[in-house]
């Protein structure tokens, strides 16, 4: 029998990985706030009614839900990580066009890109928090994680809103997604990518373990099955004698 391999601590990955996917959820804000801050400006600088504005919102909306499930099967396919990369990096595009904008329509299709794009947070984000977590402590872990919506809006709004004041609206989605890139998108990701592996490494050593566990019970069912019938071929024979 091979010796035991020794035991590798995961908490310093599994905290590492439950920050990053906090800060990456919480970043997405920087993405999807910036519209509520700029409506007066828009409609003021093009005669939007409330009707426009409210259109170009449910746009985003219908978007976002339906989004979701695709999302999350996207997510158990390829992989959380390659999931919000690619949801960071249209929701950032789709920003950038809608600060260049100049119609109602052309409003309406940049956030509903973008409302695609964002509904990849919550199902990458959250499959993170599950593959650390058990039974036993996930309501705990997800009643501190869960924080990061609340803090993730109040900054969102609070950077938009300067943005707003200081460069004018255009410049309130575009500096608000620069941000959101930079925070949750590089440095996060590259966490969230190292966390993964270990956690993918931490996983093929146990499936390893119990397929060799597997194999030792059915040498032992089979040595006990072999014992079973020589001694019944001794009684038989016993029996005759």
Not at 93 to 118: E, P
């Amino acid at each position: 029998m091979s010796a035991e391999a020794p035991a590798v601590s995961l908490a310093p990955a599994r905290r590492r990985a439950l920050a990053l996917s906090w800060l990456a959820y919480a970043t997405y804000y920087l993405g999807r706030k910036g519209f509520s801050v700029v409506k007066s400006s828009l409609s003021r600088e093009f005669g939007f009614s409330t009707g426009t504005l409210a259109a170009i919102d449910t746009a985003y909306l219908v978007a976002y839900a339906c989004g979701q499930v695709p999302s999350g099967l996207v997510a158990d396919r390829w992989g959380a990580r390659r999931l919000i990369a690619t949801g960071m990096f249209v929701s950032a595009l789709a920003c950038i066009a809608f600060g260049a904008s100049n119609s109602g329509w052309a409003f309406a299709l940049w956030f509903a890109l973008n409302g695609i794009a964002q509904a990849t947070g919550w199902p990458g984000t959250t499959k993170i928090v599950a593959q650390w977590t058990t039974p036993r402590d996930r309501g705990r872990v997800m009643g501190v994680w869960s924080t990061c919506y609340q803090v993730g809006g109040i900054a969102a709004t609070a950077v938009a809103t300067f943005a707003l004041a200081k460069l004018g609206w255009r410049s309130a989605q575009e500096v608000a997604e620069t941000n959101e890139t930079e925070l949750g998108g590089i440095p996060g990701l590259g966490g969230l990518e190292a966390a993964c592996r270990i956690k993918e490494a931490a996983a093929r050593r146990v499936l390893a373990e119990a397929v060799e566990a597997e194999e030792r019970r059915a040498q032992e069912r089979e040595a006990a099955k072999r014992a079973q019938e020589e001694k019944d071929e001794k009684a038989a024979q016993d029996a005759l004698a």
